[in-house]
């Protein structure tokens, strides 16, 4: 028989199993509304476009990366790393990992790691062009954060990708195709289209095997993931 101690440990063990999957799924809505709040900002973006979100893609690891939406518009493919964080965030292109800060008062703090999203979308990138056969230049990588959060001291090549907050996507996607005029015929956007949707039909279990890759990979990152 368990002792009373030993039965208190099990419970509050219990207890905290239960809170932290309660977290882990409000966090993943949390996620999912930043997605689409990202979908219908760039609904808005005049020209012919297709959107795909959610693309699981197989890479030459052997695994798979999810890519969380990619704007095929007559300017350009869009690759698009949104994270609906809150907190400060510190990081930049060249460190592996960057942080998600929360003030607590007092002069104390709350940190949480989490994987480069400049590396994470390079990964995309090149999966992109590897399945679409375009080594062009008109592939653009956007990390897209929520508007809730600061960017604090993040430094980045604005030559290669684009760091931003949501409210500020849409005039800069406007601007980037402006500047880069068309590129992309309807039926190019129209095929690229086709061959990506079909890595949006996965099945839960190739999901929750990405899923399990991803926490191998962001071993100290209790923050949303993708």
Same mark, same amino acid.
């Given at each position: 028989?368990?002792?009373?101690?030993?039965?208190?440990?099990?419970? &509050?063990? &219990?207890?905290?199993?239960?809170?932290?999957?309660?977290? =882990?799924?409000?966090?993943?809505?949390?996620?999912?509304? /930043?997605?689409?709040?990202?979908?219908?900002?760039? @609904?808005?973006?005049? /020209?012919?476009?297709?959107?795909? *979100?959610?693309?699981?893609?197989?890479?030459? &690891?052997?695994?798979?990366?999810?890519? !969380?939406?990619?704007?095929?518009?007559?300017?350009?493919?869009?690759?698009?790393?949104?994270?609906?964080?809150?907190?400060?965030?510190?990081?930049? !292109?060249?460190?592996?990992?960057?942080?998600?800060?929360?003030?607590?008062?007092?002069?104390?703090?709350?940190?949480?790691?989490?994987?480069?999203?400049?590396?994470?979308?390079?990964?995309?990138?090149?999966?992109?062009?590897?399945?679409?056969?375009?080594?062009?230049?008109?592939?653009?990588?956007?990390?897209?954060?929520?508007? !809730?959060? %600061?960017?604090?001291?993040?430094?980045?090549?604005?030559?290669?990708?684009?760091?931003?907050?949501? *409210? %500020?996507?849409?005039?800069?996607?406007?601007?980037? =195709?402006? =500047?880069?005029? *068309?590129?992309?015929?309807? @039926? =190019?956007? !129209?095929?690229?289209?086709?061959?990506?949707?079909?890595?949006?039909?996965?099945?839960? @279990?190739?999901?929750?095997?990405?899923?399990?890759?991803?926490?191998?990979?962001?071993?100290?990152?209790?923050?949303?993931?993708?």
């Amino acid at each position: 028989l368990l002792s009373r101690r030993q039965r208190q440990m099990c419970i &509050r063990d &219990r207890i905290c199993f239960i809170c932290c999957i309660i977290a =882990a799924v409000e966090e993943q809505k949390r996620g999912q509304r /930043g997605e689409e709040k990202v979908y219908d900002t760039l @609904e808005k973006l005049d /020209g012919h476009k297709a959107m795909i *979100r959610n693309c699981y893609l197989p890479t030459q &690891r052997g695994d798979t990366t999810e890519v !969380d939406l990619v704007l095929i518009h007559e300017s350009g493919i869009y690759v698009i790393e949104s994270k609906n964080y809150s907190g400060w965030i510190f990081g930049s !292109d060249s460190r592996r990992e960057w942080t998600q800060t929360f003030p607590k008062g007092n002069g104390e703090t709350t940190k949480y790691k989490f994987y480069n999203p400049i590396l994470q979308n390079g990964t995309h990138i090149k999966e992109i062009q590897r399945i679409l056969g375009e080594k062009r230049n008109n592939i653009y990588s956007y990390v897209v954060f929520g508007d !809730d959060c %600061e960017l604090m001291n993040v430094q980045w090549n604005e030559n290669e990708c684009h760091v931003l907050k949501r *409210r %500020e996507l849409l005039q800069n996607v406007k601007q980037n =195709a402006v =500047a880069h005029g *068309r590129v992309l015929s309807n @039926e =190019a956007i !129209d095929s690229y289209c086709q061959k990506l949707f079909s890595y949006t039909q996965v099945s839960k @279990e190739q999901k929750q095997e990405h899923i399990h890759n991803i926490d191998c990979l962001l071993y100290t990152s209790p923050s949303p993931r993708d």
